[in-house]
């Protein structure tokens, strides 16, 4: 009852004018998503667009934040296209995702701070900043073990497993085992919403899911100038998960594509790192002096020290904005 009626109250956000609509979190809460600078961002945005189009949807921060006639959204990661297809069938029953949800928390014993505070004072006071991870802990390993021993696999308990994980991520190793540990994290008032939100949002676009390496996925859709295309890919000079196999390589096949696009009349905008902590991403400065450059104020978090850096982000676009 309580998730119907925060729809409710969504709803009526989303009637207010544009320039005063809240921004909204994807549940997925991916580590370097574009929550927090959606706002620079979207401005940039065209303000007309039949599809849009997103090769690297990650988290899917921005393309719930858009409005279009249609959505083709894509990421190589299996696991994160898997997951949003889960949420996309959930968001019909959020009353019964949610049982489901609250069923599983209490079979593994996992804090739920959305609904109550279970934490004893005892261990706040032992471990003052770190008390969600030891308190949950125990949980997620046989979690953990459930899900990697099961060859089912329950996009439920992955999403469980993200939620009360390091840094909320995503990570597999060789052998395909999921292999973060706790998190010092829970499931809060924040998760709530954002789940709501993605299940309100959700049911007003049309989308498409694709699970291939971004050219595959452009070489397969049909495109036209009234469409859009906004490209998040790896950073080539930071950190990441994802970073990983992005190389000098890819960095220049990315931009061939973009140019490619933009020969053919296409609109898109693509964000990227062009400087941090001494480097700097002279290849796709260099290609970015063609187009419009808009410079982002951000700060990133690196996963290896968790600390926050100043670094120089940008949008770059092949549009003008009054124009589009
Ligand atoms: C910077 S993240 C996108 C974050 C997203 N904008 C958000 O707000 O959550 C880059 C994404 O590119 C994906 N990726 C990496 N290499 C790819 C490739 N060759 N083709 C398609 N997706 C790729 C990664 O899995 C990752 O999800």
């Keep these: 009852m309580q998730a119907r009626q925060n729809l409710k109250t969504i709803?009526?956000?989303?009637?207010?004018?544009?320039?005063i609509k809240?921004?909204?979190?994807?549940?997925?809460?991916?580590?370097?998503?574009?929550?927090k600078l959606l706002k620079e961002i979207l401005k940039?945005?065209?303000?007309?667009?039949?599809?849009?189009?997103?090769?690297?949807?990650?988290?899917?921060?921005v393309f719930l934040n858009v409005e279009a006639q249609k959505f083709l959204l894509n990421d190589i990661d299996s696991y994160?296209?898997?997951?949003?297809?889960?949420?996309?069938?959930?968001?019909?029953?959020?009353?019964?995702f949610f049982e489901n949800l609250e069923n599983l928390i209490?079979?593994?014993?996992?804090?739920?701070?959305?609904?109550?505070?279970?934490?004893?004072?005892?261990?706040?006071?032992?471990?003052?900043?770190?008390?969600?991870?030891?308190y949950n802990k125990k949980a997620y390993q046989?979690?953990?073990?459930?899900?990697?021993?099961?060859?089912?696999?329950?996009?439920?308990?992955?999403?469980?497993?993200?939620?009360?994980?390091?840094?909320?991520?995503?990570?597999?190793?060789t052998k395909g085992e999921f292999n973060l540990p706790v998190g010092n994290v829970d499931f809060n008032e924040n998760v709530w919403q954002a789940l709501n939100d993605y299940f309100e949002v959700i049911q007003q676009k049309e989308i498409q899911w694709f699970n291939l390496d971004y050219q595959d996925f452009l070489a397969q859709i049909s495109l036209s100038p009234a469409?859009?295309?906004?490209?998040?890919?790896?950073?080539?000079?930071?950190?990441?998960?994802?970073?990983?196999?992005?190389?000098?390589i890819q960095e220049k096949n990315l931009i061939k594509t973009l140019n490619d696009l933009h020969q053919r009349g296409l609109r898109f905008a693509v964000s990227n790192v062009v400087s941090y902590k001494g480097r700097e991403n002279t290849i796709f400065k260099e290609w970015a002096k063609n187009f419009?450059?808009?410079p982002i104020k951000s700060n990133y978090i690196s996963y290896h020290d968790n600390s926050i850096k100043q670094f120089e982000e940008v949008l770059v676009c092949n549009y003008e904005k009054s124009s589009s």
Aim: hydrophobic share 40%; aromatic share 20%.
């Design 292 to 294: 419009k450059i808009i």
């Design 44 to 61: 940039h945005f065209p303000t007309q667009i039949a599809t849009f189009v997103e090769p690297f949807v990650g988290g899917g921060s």
């Design 11 to 19: 709803k009526n956000f989303c009637l207010f004018p544009e320039s």
């Design 227 to 248: 469409d859009f295309l906004y490209f998040d890919p790896p950073y080539l000079i930071t950190f990441s998960e994802y970073n990983k196999l992005w190389g000098e």
């Design 142 to 173: 046989a979690l953990k073990s459930d899900f990697n021993q099961s060859s089912q696999k329950d996009m439920l308990q992955l999403y469980l497993l993200l939620i009360y994980g390091f840094n909320r991520m995503l990570r597999f190793n």
């Design 22 to 35: 809240p921004i909204i979190r994807s549940p997925l809460f991916y580590v370097g998503d574009k929550f």
């Design 80 to 96: 994160i296209i898997a997951l949003h297809q889960f949420l996309c069938s959930q968001a019909e029953n959020p009353q019964f």
């Design 106 to 134: 209490q079979k593994y014993g996992f804090s739920y701070s959305y609904q109550k505070d279970v934490v004893p004072e005892k261990l706040k006071k032992l471990y003052p900043k770190t008390y969600y991870a030891h």
